[in-house]
Nanobody
Framework: QVQLVESGGGLVQAGGSLRLSCAAS????????MGWFRQAPGKQREFVAR????????YYTDSVKGRFTASRDNAKNTVYLQMNSLKPEDTAVYYC????????????????????WGQGTQVTVSS
């Protein structure tokens, strides 16, 4: 059974940091791009970050550029999202996802480009 399990969420004050982890089991995703999305109450799920299979290329939504960093350790089948300088507007459930093998270009910036999803981890940033 393929699983993606996020961890590392929690409650943090504005300006603080959290590091999310996403551990995969059941198969390796070392050849897949991986993405991070988030969903705040009453809002649609939105793209946060994407990292290429090698970790050599990353993309971020504008609102997190310079504050969030995606990374991966393919030997551990794990991806990470380091979140610094957190703001109350970062409050959401954060999901990791594995991209479909056929996804290309703009596919990566929407949920439809991803075939496997974790259950999510709550991040709450207090002001």
């Amino acid at each position: 059974q393929v699983q993606l399990v996020e961890s590392g969420g929690g409650l943090v004050q504005a300006g603080g940091s959290l590091r999310l982890s996403c551990a995969a089991s059941g198969r390796t995703f070392s050849s897949n791009a991986m993405g991070w999305f988030r969903q705040a109450p009453g809002k649609q799920r939105e793209f946060v970050a994407r990292i290429s299979w090698s970790g050599g290329t990353t993309y971020y939504t504008d609102s997190v550029k310079g504050r969030f960093t995606a990374s991966r350790d393919n030997a551990k089948n794990t991806v990470y999202l380091q979140m610094n300088s957190l703001k109350p507007e970062d409050t959401a459930v954060y999901y990791c996802a594995a991209a479909n093998a056929f996804s290309r270009g703009s596919d990566y910036f929407g949920p439809n480009g991803y075939g496997y999803w974790g259950q999510g981890t709550q991040v709450t940033v207090s002001s």
